[in-house]
C-alpha cells in the first residue's frame, strides 16, 4: 500500500507535526507500507521520498498532485491539517476526486475553525468520500460538532516507547523538579504556567523547596522571566529552550513531575513521552491528553489556572502519590507505541478503500 502524506510544511520546517509525521511514516514503512511525503515546504531525507510542490494553489486545483498520484502510483492521500491547511485538505479532496482511498486527520483544535468548516462542508461537501479522523477525542467531537452528520475516527499521534522508558536519576532530598514542554507560540500557556507554580511554591512554604524547567521556543522569555521574579521565584524559574529528545529524555530523569499547561492542546505528545518516562503528569481537562491521563493513575486533570496550583502543591507535598503515580506509570506499558498507531492507520486506511471499492446505492425510487 502506498501512501501520500500530505503536510503544509515538512522538515526543516514545520515544527514538532512534521517530526511526528515523519516518524509516522517510518512506522508505516514498519508495518509494510511504502510511505511517501508530499509538501509545499521541505527538503529531502535520507530514508524517505518527499515530494514538494511549491505551491499550495498548484497542489489544489489538482494537476500537480493528479501527475504525483499517477506517477508514483499512490493508493491512498492522507492530509494533516492543522489550523486550515490548504494542502492537505485540498490534497484529500483531490485523492476522492480521483477515485483514490482519502483520509484526513485533524491535529489541533478546532473551536475557531469550526463554523467555516461547517459552513463550507454544507456548501461544497468537500468531506464527501474522505474518511475524516482526529489525533483525539476532544478534537473528534469538535468535529462532530462542526460537520453534521459526520462520522469521525480517532488516530492519535504515537511515541517510541522504548526510547522514552528509563529509570529516575534523582537524588531523595533534592528540591520537587518539575518540567514542562511547550510548543511555540504559546506564551499563555507558560504565563500560566509561572503563576500556578509559584502559587505552588507559597502554598508549600519552603518544604519541600521546588523548582521548574519550561523546555520549548517561548514567545517573550524575558517577560516570563519577569514575572517569575515579581512573583517571587525566579531563581526557580529557568528556560531551558528548545532541547532534542535525548536531551529532553535526559531531563525527564532528572525530574519529578510534568506539566502540560495549555488547555487547547489537541493531543499533547509531550505528556505521552513524560509518562512513557515515568512521570507524574499535570494536564488540563480539556486537552486532548485526557485521552491518555487517568487522574490518579497517570497524573491529574486540572480544569483551570487555580486547580492547576493545587496540583503541583499536592504532587510536591504528598510523597505517597507522587511515587505511586510514578511507579505506575515505569511498570505499564504507554498507550500508542508505534507499531499500535501504524497499525490503527492501516485499518483506517483499509476502511477508506473499502469505501471507494462499496458499489452505489441503489435507489428503490
Do not use: C
Not at 526543516?12 to 509525521?21: A, M, T
Not at 499550495?56 to 492543522?82: M, N, T
Not at 526510547?163 to 528540591?175: L, M, N, P, V
Amino acid at each position: 500500500m502506498r501512501v501520500a502524506l500530505v503536510i503544509d510544511a515538512f522538515l526543516p520546517e514545520g515544527g514538532g507535526l512534521s517530526l511526528q509525521l515523519r516518524d509516522l511514516a517510518l512506522a508505516l514503512r514498519t508495518a509494510g507500507m511504502d510511505p511517501h511525503i508530499v509538501t509545499t515546504q521541505g527538503t529531502n531525507d535520507d530514508q524517505l521520498p518527499v515530494h514538494v510542490v511549491r505551491s499550495p494553489f498548484a497542489l489544489g486545483s489538482g494537476p500537480a498532485l493528479s501527475a504525483l498520484i499517477r506517477g508514483e502510483r499512490i493508493d491512498v492521500v492522507h492530509g494533516h491539517v492543522r489550523g486550515l491547511s490548504s494542502s492537505a485538505l485540498a490534497a484529500a479532496r483531490a485523492g476522492a476526486r480521483a477515485g483514490l482511498a482519502s483520509v484526513l486527520t485533524f491535529q489541533s483544535m478546532l473551536d475557531r475553525s469550526s463554523a467555516l468548516l461547517g459552513a463550507s462542508d454544507a456548501l461544497l461537501s468537500w468531506t464527501r468520500d474522505i474518511v475524516l479522523t482526529a489525533v483525539s477525542s476532544v478534537v473528534a467531537a469538535q468535529a462532530a460538532r462542526a460537520l453534521s452528520g459526520a462520522s469521525i475516527g480517532v488516530l492519535p499521534q504515537g511515541i517510541d516507547a522504548r526510547f522514552w522508558r528509563g529509570s529516575s536519576q534523582r537524588d531523595a532530598g533534592t528540591a520537587i523538579h518539575f518540567v514542562s514542554t511547550l510548543e511555540p507560540m504559546r506564551g499563555d500557556s507558560a504565563m500560566s504556567l509561572v503563576r500556578a507554580f509559584a502559587t505552588a511554591v507559597r502554598f508549600v512554604a519552603g518544604s519541600p523547596e521546588m523548582r521548574l524547567t519550561i523546555i520549548g521556543e517561548v514567545p517573550d522569555t524575558q517577560r516570563i522571566k519577569r514575572l517569575a521574579t515579581e512573583l517571587g521565584v525566579g531563581a526557580r524559574v529557568t528556560a531551558a529552550g528548545p532541547l532534542g529528545r535525548m536531551e529532553r529524555r535526559t531531563l525527564y530523569s532528572d525530574a519529578d513531575v510534568f506539566v502540560l499547561p495549555d488547555a487547547r492542546e489537541a493531543f499533547g505528545l509531550a505528556a505521552l513521552e513524560a509518562r512513557a518516562s515515568g512521570l507524574p503528569v499535570v494536564a488540563m481537562l480539556t486537552s486532548g491528553a485526557r485521552d491518555f491521563i487517568t487522574p490518579g493513575l497517570h497524573g491529574l486533570l486540572a480544569r483551570d489556572e487555580a486547580e492547576m496550583a493545587r496540583f503541583l502543591s499536592r504532587l510536591a507535598v504528598e510523597e505517597p502519590l507522587r511515587r505511586f503515580i510514578s511507579n505506575r506509570n515505569h511498570v505499564e506499558s504507554p498507550p500508542y507505541d508505534w507499531p499500535l498507531v501504524a497499525q490503527m492507520h492501516k485499518e483506517i486506511y483499509n476502511a477508506a478503500a473499502a469505501l471507494r471499492d462499496a458499489p452505489a446505492p441503489t435507489s428503490h425510487a
